[in-house]
């Protein structure tokens, strides 16, 4: 296995009886990358990305995340890696401040280092007034933020987002965004998958899965131009027909 | 300590103590349910309705019903020279035993010195029935020295005096027969397991529900940790539970305490572990709440019956019981009452501290590895 | 206004839903269909009153032949397992402690001599009494042959035989499984159609499906009957399947008219229903109504309703608040229809308090849910 990728996928598969969910894909990611993971619904995306958080057990293949095996190294695994689910990550019943203080001591920081980052992250979101603010009362866009934010306290080397802006306005995805950049700027390597083909063009590199297949694979522009399409979103059709059509 | 398990201990206890629901839950429950349920949970027999059909109406017969009347445990019902009417109140309802006092019983008495009654008992409630029953051999008996008493027999002067034996009854330790001091104590058991059990399945549950548990699986928080910190704040509240429940105990119901209460702490402690295991388990097989609560709330039910918390235990035939000894509550609640009413010692209840300790550890170690596979 | 009349295929295809929801999820339904058979096999076997075998101890400072003739008497009577004789009264004590003895019949000493001079004999029979009743019966068992060995040693020779004959009138063997089986009809019911049906819309409520049912050609009304009929249903299976299994397990017997206890259940499983739609309409979450329902109809029906605990016995205020407890008056019905044999002439009061109920309840169920919408 390569050292120095942040991600590296050699024909990981998952199956679930005799459904075969994710069909031997594999890729690259370079540290500091923004990649993004696209597919349609039920293309295998959630059951990759959780292939590679060490969730689940992959019937075949190996990738290798932050240096270590997901198969065999899980626990060193998690501690180098962020997660923001899809479903929230965050105790509604909690107070910003509290969760900060939760995951902070999870991952084994000390209470002046929790104080430093967690004030530190705040000021960056412009949320210091809000810190004892329970997280149920912030609007949704608030919430993604800080999520994402929290996922990044103990300074893993890459994070993974699944879906992270769904249901928010086109200007605080944008702001998200902004976040995304600053995080890769550090060196973190950002995966994400998402729905939003627009969000695709922000990333450095990205792949499209079809029917648990990588079906592209390359950079926004790359892919456009080898398809012959305008944009990402004829791109996406076009795959995603094809698909259709051979199972037609 | 470890830091994560410091940060996910206080975690949980900010939760539970913002959760309103929980609150009521863990708070008011136990309080009513010692209330309502210690005072409706009786199978003591009040009184009795007693048709009478006296057949004979003498002196001697009336003698008898006064009786009965007399007793405190009757009420005359009504009274009827025929079974007709009779039967019809027992069918009805309105009668719970009909005396039949046939035509010569005072005759039969003075020249036989020994005559015959008829009881009929509505028998649906046949423990019931057997109480009345007993109730009624007893009046019947005390009537029956009363009349040889007021009528002695001339006996042939015999050299030596015939034996009299005279019979006294003694309850030991519920002498009162208040049977609110047989229900509490189990009932306390009873409150204490639901608060456990139910509490660390809804609990995990709801993280299940919620998406956050996802989160916490990717963190490097290994599964033990995980679950020491599910279980340890629910353990301190149970015992919390106990405590204000045999204080509620002393006070509102004046069950004695006979033992030693540190004693019970420790069955308490020991017993804990073993229904939070269940919960545990119980989050393992169940994704939302409902199913969490309605699950445990079935399987409560089957660990309630057959405890003898209401019933006796040795009111099950032979192979009932034998499988009744898996079951924890069976233990706690013989634990509690022995060592609350009868003033066990360490010794007396060892066994039941024994089996405890085993079946504890038996479910919780079966608990957190189906955790173990099921969630990582 | 509604647009168009709602079509029967419409309820039709909702009430196919409703089914399909019932019957995907596995795990309650087989809790629903599982649960009367383990309730049904617990009450008959391990919820029991009758006491069998009776540990008795003797205590006698000073054995002699009399003393033998007693325990000869003890270990023949069939109800008593004779313990090796106790030295004395306190370790009898340490027994009763260790829960090693139930009754102890105390002697004093020199028994035989005593008789001998005619001098009065006290005898003390000490039973374990925290639980009273079993406690009393084991004294009264205890009792009864110290009686007999009194009269056969001719102890008070001018005494009065008073004889009685006892009837145990609709369950001869005094069998505890008749006196819990109609409770255990009354208990499914409730749980099936209030907890159920409360748990059902409550979840349609949260997860907002309810609200397209609303804006659906359907009526309100119909929304709750489609809903309701799976689990009427499976309530109703679920009656017949405890009373056939009661009957052929544990010879339950059925002494009235099968149609008309069914339709008995009927009426009760309407009341139960409609106080279930009442609580979905009341609470706003599923968590609160599923504790709603608990604590409002099955704790209710177990505890007040006559199941295990006879009303008679509760104080003042439980058995006025029993009254308001439906689950009581069905109890009746259907213990006096399977042991009885009691019909409508004899029950019509229940009967009439029923629906009595069920009127008020469906009023109230029907008019909640219509606020809730507007």
């Known amino acids: ?248 | ?376 | 206004m509604r647009a168009a009349a709602p079509t029967l295929s419409a309820l039709f295809a909702f009430v196919r839903k409703e089914f399909r929801h019932l019957l995907r999820d596995r795990q309650t339904l087989a809790i629903l269909l599982l649960l009367p058979v383990a309730q049904l096999v617990l009450f008959g076997f391990a919820v029991r009153t009758d006491i069998s075998r009776v540990r008795v101890g003797l205590v006698a400072p000073s054995p002699d032949a009399a003393v033998a003739a007693l325990r000869t008497r003890f270990a023949h009577s069939g109800r008593f397992d004779l313990l090796p004789p106790v030295a004395d009264a306190a370790s009898l004590e340490k027994e009763f402690r260790r829960a090693g003895v139930d009754v102890g019949v105390i002697l004093p000493s020199n028994v035989a001599e005593r008789l001998q001079q005619g001098e009065p004999l006290q005898v003390l029979v000490v039973a374990d009494a925290s639980d009273p009743n079993t406690g009393t019966t084991m004294q009264n068992y205890a009792t009864a042959v110290l009686r007999d060995w009194s009269a056969a040693i001719g102890a008070r020779p001018g005494a009065m035989r008073l004889e009685t004959r006892v009837r145990m009138r609709y369950n001869p063997t005094l069998e505890s499984v008749n006196l819990f089986v109609p409770g255990l009809v009354a208990l499914i019911l409730t749980l099936i159609t209030s907890l159920m049906t409360a748990l059902s819309l409550s979840r349609e409520k949260e997860r907002g499906t309810f609200e397209v049912l609303l804006v659906s050609p359907l009526h309100p009304w119909q929304i709750i009957v489609g809903k309701v009929i799976p689990y009427l249903g499976l309530a109703m299976i679920n009656v017949l399947s405890i009373l056939g299994a009661a009957w052929l397990v544990f010879g339950v017997p059925f002494r009235g008219s099968l149609l008309f206890l069914l339709a008995a259940s009927l009426l009760f499983a309407l009341v139960s229903l409609s106080l279930g739609v009442l609580i979905a309409a009341v609470t706003s979450s599923q968590l609160a109504a599923m504790l709603a329902a608990l604590g409002g109809t099955m704790l209710p029906s177990t505890l007040l309703s006559g199941l295990i605990f006879p009303i008679s016995s509760m104080p003042a205020p439980l058995q006025v608040l029993s009254h308001i407890v439906p689950a009581r008056w069905f109890i009746v019905v259907v213990r006096g229809t399977l042991l009885k044999g009691a019909g409508l002439s004899v029950l019509w009061p229940e009967l009439l308090i029923l629906t009595a109920m069920l009127a008020v309840l469906l009023a109230a169920a029907v008019r909640k849910t219509s606020v809730r919408l507007a």
């Open chain 2, 1 to 376: 300590m470890s830091r994560a398990l410091r940060a996910l201990l206080r975690k949980e206890f900010l939760q539970i103590r913002r959760d309103p629901v929980i609150l009521r839950m863990l708070l008011v429950m136990p309080v009513l349910q010692l209330l309502v349920l210690a005072n409706a949970a009786t199978f003591e027999v009040k009184r009795s309705l007693l048709w009478v059909i006296d057949q004979d109406r003498t002196p001697a017969s009336q003698g008898l019903i006064e009786r009965f009347r007399g007793s405190g445990r009757f009420v005359i019902a009504g009274s009827s020279p025929t079974a007709g009417p009779a039967d019809a109140a027992l069918l009805r309802g309105d009668a719970d035993v009909a005396l039949t006092i046939p035509a010569g019983f005072a005759s039969d008495l003075t020249r036989a010195r020994r005559a015959t009654v008829q009881l009929s008992f509505d028998a649906v409630n046949g423990s019931q029935a057997g109480i009345t029953q007993g109730y009624s051999a007893e009046i019947i008996a005390a009537y029956a020295d009363e009349l040889a008493e007021a009528s002695p027999r001339a006996i042939p002067t015999v050299r030596r005096q015939p034996p009299t034996i005279e019979i006294q009854r003694r309850g030991w330790y519920n002498a009162s027969l208040d049977y609110r001091f047989f229900m509490v104590p189990g009932i306390l058991v009873q409150l204490v397991t639901m608060v456990g059990t139910l509490m660390t399945a809804l609990n995990i549950v709801r993280e299940k529900e919620a998406g956050t548990l996802d989160q916490l699986n990717v963190t490097p928080i290994r599964p033990s940790v995980f679950i020491a910190a599910k279980l340890l704040p629910l353990w301190i509240i149970g015992l919390f539970e106990f405590c204000l429940g045999m204080v509620i105990a002393r006070v509102v119901f004046g069950v004695p305490f006979e033992g030693t209460p540190v004693l019970l702490l420790v069955g308490a402690a020991i017993y804990l572990l073993g229904a939070l295991g269940v919960g545990l388990w119980i989050s393992t097989i169940t994704e939302t709440q409902q199913q969490a609560l309605f699950v445990t709330f079935a399987l409560l039910m089957v660990y309630i019956l057959m405890s003898g918390l209401f019933t006796p235990v040795r009111g099950m035939p032979d192979w009932v019981r034998v499988i009744a000894q898996v079951n924890p509550l069976l233990h706690f609640i013989g634990m509690t009452r022995a060592v609350m009413l009868r003033g066990a010692q360490l010794l007396d209840v060892l066994p039941q501290l024994g089996a405890l300790s085993v079946i504890g550890t038996v479910i919780l170690t079966a608990a957190v590895r189906r955790y173990r596979k099921v969630a990582a």
């Open chain 1, 1 to 248: 296995m390569t050292t120095g990728h942040a991600i590296v996928a050699r024909a990981l598969t998952r199956r679930f009886g005799d459904f075969t969910a994710v069909d031997g894909i594999s890729f690259d990611v370079a540290q500091g990358e923004v990649f993004g993971f696209l597919g349609a619904n039920g293309a295998g995306k959630t059951t990759a990305i959780r292939m590679l958080i060490g969730l689940l057990a992959p019937s075949d293949g190996e990738a290798v995340v932050a240096g270590c095996n997901v198969r065999s190294e899980t626990e060193t695994l998690r501690s180098r890696i962020g997660y923001m689910s899809q479903r929230f990550s965050l105790y509604d019943d909690l107070t910003v401040r509290e969760n900060i203080a939760l995951y902070g001591g999870i991952y084994g920081l000390d209470d002046a280092a929790i104080r430093a980052r967690g004030d530190r992250m705040l000021r960056d979101l412009d949320f210091l007034a809000s810190g004892d603010a329970f997280v149920r009362a912030l609007p949704l866009g608030w919430k993604q933020k800080l999520a994402f934010s929290v996922a990044l306290l103990h300074e893993p080397s890459v994070v993974f987002l699944d879906e992270p802006t769904g249901g928010v306005d086109p200007i605080t995805r944008r702001q998200f965004w902004e976040l995304i950049y600053a995080a890769a700027a550090r060196g973190t390597t950002v995966f994400v998958t998402t729905h939003y083909l627009d969000e695709a063009e922000y990333c450095d590199r990205m792949s499209i899965m079809v029917d648990g297949r990588i079906a592209a694979l390359g950079t926004p522009g790359d892919l456009k131009a080898q398809h012959g399409v305008r944009t990402l979103d004829d791109l996406f059709v076009q795959l995603a027909r094809g698909s259709a059509g051979a199972n037609a």
